[in-house]
């Protein structure tokens, strides 16, 4: 509220006091004690009259009875502001002043009838009703301000008056010619009184009403006024604003036509106002390349008069190109009608650059995560099939008789060909993960053996190194558990093997517990060695994937530095995690955490079928595989079977020799010439007159490998190198009563 306001309301308030009953009546009471002493001369004279005219003692009659009533009146008048702040009751005081002012009136009217009656020969009838007059205007003149006292006074006057007249005929029996005449003046006088009353109440009260009035309307002007400042201000900031905006602002007629555009504009396109004023930004701005759909789209809705968003490509005077976001806002007058357009643009070509650069380079990304799969399939498949050319040949020198030093050399070949097998396969399997989250069987499996077994492949390694391995199991371990075996394995021979690898000397302590929570069990594994430990400084990055706790490691041990990083991500997928204290020359100590869900109940199992030796007798195999060391090596591992083998040199040879000689099972390499392995298997499975169990023998040992098989309609997947008893397993299970079971890949489970 402006002080303008804040004066006008103030005023208005106290004019509202002043006029309430209460001020009135303060306003009647100051009056009163105000003008005693002007009404005293009045007093006086009529007195000193009497006194000169009737005689001393009605002078002083007059005088004294006067004063009386003036001295009680004002003397309680003279209180009421006082009994009034200390609270006595307004309208009680009210009354007390009513009773006085009678009383007042009283001692006028008997000065009144002393002159009346006391002079002699009635000679002062006149001088009493001129009295009597000036008393009755004198009290007339406070009606506004206390109405019952003026009105007790009036009446107190006018019963004077009627009672001297009544008088004056009870006495004469009649009235005198003079008294008659009196009685018309006094008359006269009581109907100039009252119309001067009437005027004077009546005026007082207009401008009552009228000087509120002036207050109030100050008051519509004063908040007028304030209005109309606070608009002038906000149209003038709306205006800077606009002029001085880093966006362009353009205002336009509702047939879209420009009238007026801010300095943005100007900068930004190049037109200055003048050169705008009267086009429509299409005509102005539209590019060749322009969408017209979208510009139409903002035309449109200028017509209609609705909000639009566009994102549209502009052209500068320049010629230069430009991206602009516009924003529309049709301005509606009272009746809905579109009043003005306002559209406000932003320069967005560098976003629309980022935007471009970021599609461009998530192409490109995608292009690259695409050769890198490509890549690792191939180099899987390049590097696996010599692979199984080696690992198959040395092991089968190995079965041969051999001296000493032959048989040494052979041993170096396996153990080499197969470091290199865990490097690749730890390659493919992280490539794997860290393109998806890892896909976890859900197998019933007793834990005590899933952790012997681990610790039975790498037994032998501690007693090359003359390294303890014990295994300590804290309390009972749940006899079977719900999970996947091969994962805990996984997990368990690389973080077993990593600390029988860093161990030069002393051993490895396995701790194993677990312990029910929720509906199954947390297990926790603690792998402590005596090792060479690692720095304080590369204990947290020894899980980061490719990361070694230092060069040399590599070096003098070999590795990927892909193991735990594998292994952790395997562990949290069940539900812990891995973590690891470690001191530098002294050892390590790996904790690894992993929920398994409780097993079925047993007794509701189906029993186990009875294990049944292989019948291989009068069973043909159909060897489909273009790689000529690949073919001796199955042919090597199978001579001592009863199996009739077949060999194919292409997925064309294959599905013929099928149709043909109606092998019982078909091994089918993937990449083949002419035809390859998955085309082969459609085509078998399309019109071959008996289908044959087909297994796919591959150096592609991707998930999405396996699955592309089984939607070609293969049953089983062996991956290269192949391993005979692999080889033998899958053979035996194909020639089983029982639906052929699909085996998990051989490398990597
Ligand atoms: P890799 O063993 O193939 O190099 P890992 O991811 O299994 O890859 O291990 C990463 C690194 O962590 C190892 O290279 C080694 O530096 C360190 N490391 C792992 N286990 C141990 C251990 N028990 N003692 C000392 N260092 C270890």
Same mark, same amino acid.
């Given at each position: ?39 005293? *001369? ?51 005081? !009210? ?71 009544? !008088? ?40 009552? !009403? ?156 995608? $292009? ?68 998806? $989250? ?14 012997? %077994? ?10 090359? $190194? ?14 079977? *558990? ?25 051993? *490895? ?146 599905? %013929? ?66 391993? $005979? ?25």
């Amino acid at each position: 509220m402006t002080a303008a306001i804040q004066d006008i309301r103030a005023r208005l308030d106290a004019f509202d006091t002043r006029h309430a009953p209460t001020g009135l009546f303060l306003r009647y009471a100051h009056g009163r004690v105000a003008h005693f002493w002007g009404r005293q *001369v009045m007093t006086l004279l009529g007195s000193l009259a009497l006194l000169f005219l009737a005689g001393p003692v009605f002078g002083l009659m007059a005088v004294v009875m006067a004063l009386a009533g003036e001295i009680v009146d004002c003397g309680l008048l003279r209180a009421v502001p006082g009994l009034l702040k200390r609270g006595v009751n307004p309208a009680r005081l !009210s009354r007390l002043a009513i009773l006085s002012a009678g009383f007042q009136a009283a001692t006028i009217g008997a000065c009144i009838v002393l002159a009346w009656h006391g002079v002699p020969d009635d000679a002062a009838t006149a001088f009493a009703m001129a009295f009597a007059a000036g008393a009755a205007i004198n009290a007339g003149l406070v009606l506004p301000f206390h109405r019952h006292a003026a009105l007790v006074r009036l009446v107190i006057y006018a019963a004077t008056m009627a009672g001297l007249f009544l !008088s004056e005929i009870l006495t004469l029996g009649h009235l005198s010619q003079r008294a008659l005449f009196d009685l018309i003046a006094t008359g006269i006088m009581g109907y100039a009184i009252h119309i001067f009353l009437g005027f004077v109440t009546s005026g007082h009260r207009r401008h009552t !009403s009228n000087s509120r009035e002036l207050l109030v309307q100050s008051l519509d002007l004063a908040r007028a006024n304030t209005h109309l400042k606070d608009q002038q201000r906000e149209a003038r900031n709306l205006s800077l604003v606009a002029r001085h905006a880093n966006d362009s602002v353009i205002m336009a007629e509702p047939d879209g036509c420009i009238f007026w555009v801010n300095e943005a504009f100007t900068r930004i396109t190049g037109y200055s106002l003048q050169e705008a004023r009267g086009l429509r930004p299409s005509e102005l701005l539209n590019a060749p390349d322009t969408d017209l759909a979208v510009s139409d789209g903002v035309a449109a809705a200028v017509t209609a008069g609705r909000a639009h968003r566009a994102e549209i490509l502009n052209q500068r005077k320049d010629g230069g190109l430009i991206w602009i976001e516009t924003n529309i806002v049709p301005v509606l007058d009272e009746a809905g009608a579109v009043e003005m357009v306002i559209s406000i643009e932003r320069d967005i070509s560098s976003a629309k650059t980022h935007e471009a650069e970021l599609a461009k380079a998530k192409i490109a990304a995608e $292009k690259g995560e695409r050769a890198k799969a490509s890549f690792l399939a191939t180099m899987s498949h390049e590097i696996r099939t010599p692979m199984n050319g080696i690992i198959g040949m040395a092991d089968l020198l190995a079965e041969a008789p051999l001296d000493s030093g032959n048989r040494h050399y052979v041993q170096t070949i396996r153990q080499s060909a197969n470091a290199l097998l865990r490097i690749i396969n730890d390659i493919l399997e992280f490539s794997r993960l860290d393109a998806g $989250k890892p896909v976890l069987h859900a197998n019933v499996f007793a834990p005590a053996d899933c952790i012997g %077994e681990a610790l039975a492949i790498l037994k032998p390694q501690a007693r090359a $190194k003359g390294l303890t391995l014990d295994l300590l199991i804290g309390g009972a371990l749940p006899d079977r *558990v719900t999970g996947d075996d091969g994962r805990l394995r996984q997990i368990l021979i690389n973080i077993v093997g990593n600390a029988i690898k860093f161990t030069p000397r002393g051993g *490895v302590t396995i701790r194993a517990s677990a312990r029910r929570e929720g509906d199954g069990h947390e297990f926790r594994f603690e792998i402590e060695d005596t090792g060479i430990g690692i720095a304080p400084d590369r204990v947290a990055h020894v899980f980061d994937e490719f990361e070694q706790a230092d060069t040399a490691t590599t070096r003098q041990f070999g590795g990927t530095g892909l193991g735990l990083s594998i292994s952790r991500l395997l562990a949290r997928e069940m539900g812990g995690d891995i973590t690891l204290t470690s001191t530098l020359g002294q050892g390590s100590c790996f904790t690894v955490t992993l929920h398994m869900a409780t097993a079925p109940d047993a007794t509701q199992r189906p029993p186990a079928p009875p294990e049944q030796p292989p019948d291989f007798a009068h069973r043909v195999v159909l060897v489909a595989e273009d790689n000529r060391t690949n073919r001796l090596l199955v042919r090597k591992y199978l001579e001592d079977t009863p199996l009739t083998l077949l060999f194919a040199e292409n997925g064309r040879e294959a599905v %013929e020799m099928t149709r043909r000689h109606r092998p019982d099972i078909v091994l089918m390499d993937m990449s083949m010439p002419e035809m390859d392995g998955l085309t082969a298997t459609r085509a078998i499975r399309d019109d071959a007159p008996a289908q044959p169990r087909i297994v796919a023998l591959t150096a592609n040992a991707f998930a999405s490998d396996r699955a592309a098989c089984l939607a070609a309609g293969m049953n089983g997947f062996l991956t290269k190198p192949l391993r $005979k008893d692999d080889l033998l397993r899958v053979l035996a299970q194909s020639t089983a009563p029982a639906p052929f079971p699909f085996p998990p890949p051989a490398d990597l489970s």
